[in-house]
């Protein structure tokens, strides 16, 4: 069973920074493309940000590029999400997701692409 655990989240004040980690033991890591999405109360799940299966490429949400940098380690079967410069309206649930379509080569930003889910991670920017 594929599991995606992710971790790091917390409470920072406006400005600071943090980085969340998402662990896949259970996964061929080096085979999916990987995504960051969040969800803020009463909103929908968005899409943060997206790296490829061997990190050569990214892609990132308008609204963090700049402040936030995505990256993997597949040799830790980790993907990282480093956020600075953070704002209240960052304020979500970060979940990691896995897209297990092989080969797709284009890093997608709709969530129902994604296949695999982890059990998401608060993070809570303070003004």
């Known amino acids: 069973q594929v599991q995606l655990v992710e971790s790091g989240g917390g409470l920072v004040q406006a400005g600071g920074s943090l980085r969340v980690s998402c662990a896949a033991p259970?996964?061929?890591?080096?085979?999916?493309?990987m995504g960051w999405f969040r969800q803020a109360p009463g909103k929908e799940r968005e899409f943060v940000a997206a790296?490829?299966?061997?990190?050569?490429?990214?892609h990132y949400a308008d609204s963090v590029k700049g402040r936030f940098t995505i990256s993997r380690d597949n040799a830790k079967n980790t993907v990282y999400l480093q956020m600075n410069s953070l704002k209240p309206e960052d304020t979500a649930v970060y979940y990691c997701?896995?897209?297990?379509?092989?080969?797709?080569?284009?890093?997608?930003?709709?969530?129902?692409?994604?296949?695999?889910w982890g059990q998401g991670t608060q993070v809570t920017v303070s003004s």
């Open positions: 790296i490829s299966r061997s990190g050569d490429r990214t």
């Open positions: 259970g996964l061929t890591f080096s085979w999916y493309n």
């Open positions: 997701a896995a897209d297990a379509t092989i080969g797709r080569v284009i890093l997608t930003t709709t969530w129902g692409t994604y296949d695999y």
